[in-house]
């Protein structure tokens, strides 16, 4: 069974701080999704990122895959209150159907 | 396009009774998945489809039956409903790229007393 941990698994930080969101696993993936669910709504896809290395960026959200292709972070710069909410990671291992999803960081950004 | 819909978007069964929770899409995925997320636990795989006539059981299947009725359609019955069925029931449906990326529906919301 392929685990996904997400760390921390809570926080509640001020606006205009920084962040960062870990997600690590001892598996190997094809590739790795970032999801934001708001409250009362389903996830979002955020962002893929599907090679070593890969740095990629979405306003003020920057993604990172690890070189071994077994764990991501997400960084959040200058954080707002409109980025309240949980985000989920979830990896494929090549020619799955089913995605492993991590439990999720739950953020709350306070005005 | 609507992406993917979910009804009802409330439920409130009492223990015993039946009820289907229905999804549909309207973007031509080939690749349908019911989860259920309850606090602390995350999402958690109930049934898929990987293409129209192919249903698998995911992590947690005791207790439903799915329906791939056709590409669009794909619904989740709970033939008697617990208690611990209570949860938030969501439906996705996968992009037809190499990536599992997959598409939400709004949820619906669950209580079995």
């Not at chain 2, 995925?29 to 019911?34: A, C, F, I, L, R």
Request: aromatic fraction near 10%; include cysteine.
């Amino acid at each position: 069974t392929q685990l996904l941990e997400q760390s921390p698994q809570f926080l509640s930080i001020q606006e205009g701080e920084n962040l960062t969101v870990y997600c690590n696993s001892s598996s190997v993936f094809s590739s790795l999704q970032w999801y934001r669910q708001e409250p009362g709504e389903g996830p979002v896809l955020l962002v893929t990122v599907v090679t070593g290395g890969e740095v990629k960026k979405l306003k003020r959200l920057t993604f990172q895959f690890g070189d071994a292709r077994k764990d991501s972070s997400l960084h959040i710069t200058a954080a707002q209150p409109g980025d309240t909410g949980l985000y989920l990671c979830a990896g494929e291992a090549g020619g799955s159907y089913i995605p492993t999803f991590g439990r999720g960081t739950s953020l709350i950004v306070h005005p | 396009n609507a992406g993917v819909t979910q009804t009802p978007k409330f439920q409130v069964l009492k223990t015993g009774q039946s009820m289907t929770l229905q999804c549909a899409q309207d973007m031509n995925h080939n690749s349908m998945y019911w989860y259920r997320q309850d606090p602390g636990m995350g999402l958690r795989l109930i049934y898929y489809s990987a293409s129209e006539g192919t249903t698998d059981k995911g992590e947690v299947p005791n207790g439903y039956n799915v329906s791939r009725l056709n590409k669009r359609e794909f619904s989740l019955r709970l033939e008697s409903a617990a208690p611990s069925q209570t949860s938030v029931y969501f439906c996705a449906s996968r992009s037809g790229g190499n990536y599992n990326e997959q598409f939400f529906g709004p949820g619906t919301r669950l209580t079995v007393l």
